[in-house]
């Protein structure tokens, strides 16, 4: 059985994959998030895998001895939704999520359909307490990569 991540840089340039984000309000809402990425993490963005747009690293290990590395902060643009990937799990951010607007959640995720309609300042705060706990190594990680230092 291959251990290896499955999620990793690929370096396709991610102005040209989300060039090709449809639909126009999906690709529009990408936009944005990667200023409010940026903002938020300092980072520039990275394509991870085919369709996730990451800012910023760290590192994972299970206590199974599997480990790798993943972008701290990170989205996808989905035809039906804005996937923002909150690695250190949605139940860490309940109460900023109360106040989100319109969104359903997953396991690690939280779906948005239109960034018009929830509020940005609670996203940015959200994203932000994620990548602060994800780079702190306050959730068993260690930041690798070019900021690690």
């Given at each position: 059985m291959d251990d290896a991540p499955k999620t990793v840089p690929t370096g396709v340039d991610v102005a040209a994959f989300l060039a090709g984000v449809e639909p126009e309000r999906r690709r529009r809402d990408a936009e944005r998030l990667v200023g409010l990425y940026r903002e938020v993490t300092g980072e520039e963005p990275a394509m991870w895998g085919p369709s996730i747009v990451g800012f910023g690293t760290y590192h994972y290990r299970y206590p199974s001895g599997r480990e790798g590395d993943?972008?701290?902060?990170?989205?996808?643009?989905?035809?039906?939704?804005?996937?923002?990937?909150?690695?250190?799990?949605?139940?860490?951010?309940?109460?900023?999520?109360?106040?989100?607007?319109?969104?359903?959640?997953?396991t690690g995720c939280v779906y948005v359909r239109d960034l018009d309609v929830v509020d940005l300042d609670v996203l940015t705060e959200t994203v932000r307490g994620s990548y602060a706990t994800l780079t702190a190594g306050t959730f068993g990680v260690h930041l690798s990569g070019p900021s690690a230092g």
């Open positions: 993943m972008a701290a902060a990170s989205f996808s643009p989905r035809k039906g939704a804005i996937t923002v990937y909150l690695m250190d799990g949605v139940d860490a951010h309940g109460d900023q999520l109360a106040r989100l607007g319109p969104h359903r959640v997953g």
